[in-house]
C-alpha cells in the first residue's frame, strides 16, 4: 500500500472529498424523480446513509426534475449531486437550490462560455463541481487519440484552464473508462500531474458480477497506489448493490472498516445448514451495523468454529441445532427455527460492548 | 503484468493445470448427491462446461456419496474433484474408479501414513492430489505461529516429504485464507520457493458481493504476479455464478479472453430502456458464446451508440425504439417487443463471421 496522495480538500455539503479525508462512497439515483415519489425518495437515502453511502447522484435531464431535485435537497440530510450533459442551463438552475455538487461532462456541453457559466455560479453558492471525463464521450478532437489515457488527461486540462482564470476550487476530477486498464493509465496519470481530488471507478462495467470484477480490480489497484477521493462501483443493478460493493472494496484494500466483514462457506454436500438462507435473512440486519466486526456463518462442522475461530461470532449447523460461537469457543446451541433471533441478539450484545 | 511462473504441468483427467497451460477456472457441487440425480447433474455439468468451467469438485463425505461420484464420473466429460476429509479410505474408494484428481486437507487427515496411502494409490491410478492448506483448519503445531501465511507454507511442505519419497508428481497446492492479504502471501512465498502448480482463491468469502470483492482483488493481484494454474472463486451462491466470477477475472486481467464483455450503463433517471430487464432476457444467450466479444447494452442517447463505439455489437433505447449498432455504426431500429430476438441474431451472425 503507497501512501495517500495528497490532493486539495473539496466541501461537497456536509462532506469532504479530498484532503486526506476518508475516501468516500457515492452511487446514482436509478429511475426518474416523480412528484409524488419526494418523500419516499428521502426515507431511501436515509436508509442508505446507514448501508454505508455518502453521496447521491441524480440525472437531471429537464427543467422538471431540477424543480424535484431542489425539493429533494430540502428534505435530506445526504449532499446530492447534479449530474448535467447538454444543456448547461440546468446546471444554473440547480445551482439557486443549490444542490452540492454538479457533475458537468465537458464532451457534450459544447462552448467553453457555458462551462464558465456554470463555473462562476457554482462559486458564488458554494458548490463543488465534477469534471467527469468519460473514454466514450471525448471533446472533439481528442477522440481519435491513439493513447486513449492520455486523451482522457488532455480533456481534463481543457477546463483546468477555465477554472483556475475564475479561482475555482472546489472540483473533483473524474476519468473514467469501461476498460479497467484504461481506467487505471488514465488515473495514475492524472493524479502525477495534479492534486485535484479523484472520483474513481469504472464505468458502464456491465451487471452484478462482471461490474464487481471490473471495479474491485481498477479501483483497489488505484487504492493501493494512494489515489482515489471518493469512488462509484457503477452496476447495472440497484444502488444499495453499488454501496455494499464500494464499501466492500475499501474494507478489503484497508482503507476503510465499517460495518460487518463476513465469512461464509460457500456450501457443499457436507452443508447441514443454510448458509445462504440464513445470509439473506440476516442481511439487512447486518448491513445496518456500523461497528467493525467479523462474523462467520458456516455450514457445518468440516468448517465451523475453527476454520472461523478468528471472527468475532459465528454460527454453524451441527445436526439438529445450530451453534454460536465467540472467538472459537461455543456460547450457544440452538434450534434452526431460533438461529436468525437468537444471533442477532448476540451480535448485538458484543456492538454493545465494543461501542 | 509479470511474465507467468513456470510450474510442473499436472495431469487431471482431460484437463492440464500448470506448465503454461490456460488457467483453469473450477467450482464446487453445492448440494448432497442423490441417485436419482446423477442423469441431470451430468446434464448439469454440461452446462457449466459451455459457461467456462473446466473442472467440478464435490465434498465426500461417505461412501454412499462415493458410490454415486464413481457413476456420475462415468457420465460425464468434466473431469470431477473428490473433497475429501477426515476419512483417507472415501479418498481409496474414489480412486477406484477413479475421480480425476483427489482433493485432501493435510490439517485433518491425521496420520502421515494415511496421506501416503492414497499418494500411492493415486499414483498407481494415474489421478492427481490436491494438497489444500486452509489458514482455519492448520496441522496441530503450526496453528499459532505469528506468521499465519509462513505457517501455510510450512503445513504444505510438511507433505512434500511423502510425496518426493514416492516419486509423486501430479499434484496441485493451494493455500487459502479467508483474508485477501493473506492468501496472496502465503501464495507469493510458496511461489518463489517451490514450483508445484498452484489452485488460487480466496475461502469462505461470503456471499456474493463481498465474495466477488475478496476475490477479484485476491486472485488479479497473484495473477498479475504470474502466479495461479487453476482457479475457484468461492462463494456463499451458486456454481454458476462462481464460474462467470471466475472466467470475467480471467479476462479483466488479460490471462483469458473466452466469450462476452460486456458494457452496460448502470442506468439513470434518463433511461428509457430498461437494460437490467434486456440483460436478464439474454444472459443464458450470452453465457453459452465462447467467442471473445464486446457487447453493449446502453439506456439512453446520452451514452448509446457514441459511448459504446468500441463494442462489436450493441443496442440502446431511443424514444420508442431500440437501436442495434455495430462499431458504433446504427444497423437497425427496432420496436422494444423485437429487441431480444434481434439482438440475438446479430450477435449470431457476428459470431459466424468471426469463428
Not at 431535485?69 to 430540502?74: D, Q, V
Not at 454538479?102 to 458548490?127: C, M, Y
Not at 471495479?215 to 482515489?228: D, V, Y
Amino acid at each position: 500500500m503507497e501512501e495517500r496522495k495528497k490532493t486539495r480538500a473539496v466541501k461537497v455539503g456536509s462532506l469532504i472529498i479530498g484532503g486526506g479525508f476518508p475516501v468516500s462512497v457515492q452511487t446514482m439515483w436509478k429511475k426518474p424523480l416523480a412528484k409524488d415519489e419526494i418523500a419516499s425518495t428521502a426515507d431511501s437515502l436515509e436508509r442508505l446513509s446507514r448501508m454505508g453511502c455518502d453521496l447521491m447522484r441524480f440525472a437531471v435531464p429537464d427543467e422538471e426534475t431540477a424543480e424535484l431535485l431542489g425539493a429533494l435537497s430540502r428534505r435530506t440530510a445526504m449532499p446530492l449531486v447534479a449530474d448535467i450533459h447538454f444543456d448547461h442551463r440546468l446546471a444554473l438552475r440547480c445551482l439557486d437550490f443549490p444542490v452540492a455538487k454538479i457533475r458537468i461532462n465537458p464532451g457534450n456541453i459544447g462552448d467553453e462560455r457555458k462551462v464558465r457559466e456554470v463555473v462562476a455560479k457554482a462559486a458564488g453558492q458554494g458548490a463543488a463541481l465534477r469534471i467527469g471525463v468519460n473514454e466514450g464521450s471525448l471533446p472533439k478532437g481528442l477522440e481519435n487519440e491513439s493513447d486513449t489515457a492520455l486523451a482522457m488527461v488532455k480533456a481534463a486540462e481543457m477546463e483546468m484552464d477555465s477554472l483556475a482564470r475564475l479561482d475555482f476550487k472546489d472540483v473533483v476530477f473524474s476519468l473514467k473508462s469501461s476498460r479497467v486498464d484504461t481506467m487505471v493509465r488514465a488515473n495514475s496519470l492524472f493524479s502525477k500531474a495534479y492534486d485535484f481530488a479523484l472520483h474513481i471507478g469504472v464505468t458502464e462495467a456491465g451487471p452484478l458480477i462482471p461490474g464487481i470484477v471490473k471495479n474491485a480490480i481498477g479501483i483497489s489497484e488505484l487504492l493501493r497506489q494512494g489515489i482515489g477521493d471518493t469512488l462509484r462501483v457503477s452496476l447495472t443493478s440497484s444502488p444499495d448493490d453499488e454501496v455494499l460493493a464500494g464499501n466492500e472494496i475499501l474494507r478489503a484494500v484497508g482503507c476503510r472498516n465499517l460495518g460487518i466483514n463476513i465469512i461464509s462457506c460457500p456450501r457443499c454436500g457436507r452443508t447441514s445448514f443454510n448458509v445462504e438462507k440464513f445470509l439473506e435473512d440476516v442481511s439487512e440486519f447486518i448491513q445496518s451495523i456500523r461497528i467493525p466486526l467479523t462474523i462467520a456463518v458456516m455450514g457445518c462442522v468440516v468448517n465451523g468454529p475453527g476454520e472461523a475461530k478468528k471472527a468475532d461470532i459465528g454460527i454453524t449447523g451441527a445436526g439438529k441445532n445450530a451453534i454460536i460461537f465467540r472467538n472459537g469457543e461455543i456460547i450457544k446451541k440452538v434450534p434452526y427455527s431460533d438461529a436468525v433471533n437468537e444471533f442477532r441478539s448476540e451480535v448485538l450484545r458484543l456492538c454493545e460492548q465494543r461501542s
